[in-house]
């Protein structure tokens, strides 16, 4: 038997507090930004996931529409495609930075030592995130991506991407992400260069199949080089989201 701390009322005000943050950021981005459909469709392989038997289901609701068309397998899996990671960690640095820069300042840091769930949740963001590249994400932009205001949102999007991962680390007090898990850290060490490799071909797969003629046989080519770069970023991934 283990006796684990239950959390105060304190502790459990202050979650709403981060939760109502949180939300909002992730918002604004995802639903207020008119912005922000045209850069997922265009920076992630999101519209070719169809060709990718994930499931019995479609990989869209519908062919048209906004990110409420999207079933939840496909949109996770096709931001850890392009290893940004968009809905793990959206919404989080913004909650953490307000909160610490506020006077609730002290509860939160004390929330993080002694509350152990909370603790691993904020460590599966930091682990999320030290899984993640925004480097990678802006060289898909870079490919596919030619419209400009859609293209500065992507720039918004890593800069709060890399304003998270400080955040991440000025609660946990790490240096660097997930600095304790030295597992991981091999682990991306030895698999990071190919699956960089893998994402550069697809990013360049995904370019040249939006520019083929449909049903020629350079697209047909094209969607099963596409498929085989999927694969091979999930499986180097560890997960699909």
């Known amino acids: 038997h283990t006796d684990r701390l239950l959390p105060t009322k304190e502790w459990k005000d202050m979650m709403d507090k981060l939760s109502d943050i949180s939300c909002d950021a992730y918002r604004k981005i995802v639903r207020d930004d008119e912005r922000f459909v045209?850069?997922?469709?265009?920076?992630?392989?999101?519209?070719?996931?169809?060709?990718?038997?994930?499931?019995?289901?479609?990989?869209?609701?519908?062919?048209?529409?906004?990110?409420?068309?999207?079933?939840?397998?496909?949109?996770?899996?096709?931001?850890?495609?392009?290893?940004?990671?968009?809905?793990?960690?959206?919404?989080?640095?913004e909650a953490i930075n307000e909160v610490l820069a506020s006077e609730d300042e002290k509860t939160l840091r004390t929330m993080y030592k002694e509350w152990g769930s909370f603790r691993t949740t904020i460590d599966l963001v930091e682990m999320i995130l030290a899984k993640s590249d925004s480097s990678i994400a802006r060289h898909y932009e870079n490919v596919l991506v030619s419209d400009p205001e859609t293209m500065a949102l992507g720039g918004e999007i890593r800069k709060i991407h890399d304003a998270t991962e400080h955040a991440i680390m000025d609660l946990s007090g790490h240096k660097t992400l997930s600095e304790n898990d030295h597992l991981l850290l091999r682990l991306m060490a030895v698999r990071n260069p190919y699956v960089d490799c893998l994402n550069v071909l697809q990013a360049e797969t995904l370019m040249r199949l939006r520019q083929s003629e449909e049903g020629s046989s350079e697209e047909e080519v094209l969607k099963d080089a596409l498929l085989t770069t999927i694969t091979g970023v999930a499986n180097g991934m560890g997960n699909t989201g």
Request: aromatic residues 10%; glycine residues 8%.
């Open 38 to 93: 045209p850069y997922f469709r265009a920076a992630t392989p999101e519209l070719e996931l169809s060709n990718l038997n994930i499931g019995s289901r479609p990989a869209k609701r519908k062919a048209t529409g906004g990110v409420e068309s999207l079933r939840a397998i496909p949109w996770i899996f096709a931001w850890t495609q392009t290893r940004l990671n968009l809905p793990t960690w959206l919404g989080v640095g």
